[in-house]
């Protein structure tokens, strides 16, 4: 994703399920631990009482976290998500925003965890904000890593 950032970007901007949404990656590539994903309210993303549909704040932020390991740990490492948790805070109107990130630090750590260990399980966190910065939503994603052809 970053080092393929606006090939990426627009694959992604381009996918039926973020298209049909309206989840549109902003930012994907001058800083290669960080993207930025926003979803304007439209009518077709809408629930019944014309706030976001929660469906769709979740899949704004699916990919991300793994991506970005992926991307930064390289073609030795198999990465997936494991698990998800998301907690509605407040009903989201007008557009929303979610920033993903993982330091340098914490991705040399997990490579050297994986190198020591089976696996790893990190996890991260990320808010939806709207525009004036309230939380409308905290996601929680627990991450599998593991170094290819690491012995049991």
């Known amino acids: 994703m970053i080092k393929r950032s606006a090939l990426i970007r627009t694959i992604l901007n381009l996918w039926p399920p973020y298209l049909g949404a309206g989840i549109r990656v902003k930012s994907a590539g001058g800083d290669p631990y960080t993207v930025i994903v926003e979803m304007k309210l439209r009518w077709w993303n809408r629930n019944y009482v014309k706030t976001h549909f929660g469906g769709s704040l979740y899949a704004m932020t699916d990919p991300f976290f793994m ?9 030795d490492y198999i990465i997936w998500d ?10 989201g109107k007008g557009t929303v925003k979610a920033c993903f990130h993982i330091p340098p630090a914490e991705i040399e750590r997990i490579r050297q965890l ?37 012995p049991k």
Do not use: C, S
Request: cysteine-free; charged content about 30%.
């Open 67 to 75: 991506m970005i390991l992926m991307e930064n740990l390289g073609n």
């Open 82 to 91: 494991k698990a998800a948790r998301i907690q509605f805070k407040k009903p």
């Open 114 to 150: 994986a190198e020591t260990n089976y696996k790893v399980e990190p996890e991260f966190r990320t808010n939806i904000v709207d525009e004036e910065g309230n939380i409308i939503a905290q996601v929680h994603k627990l991450l599998y890593v593991r170094k290819k052809d690491q």
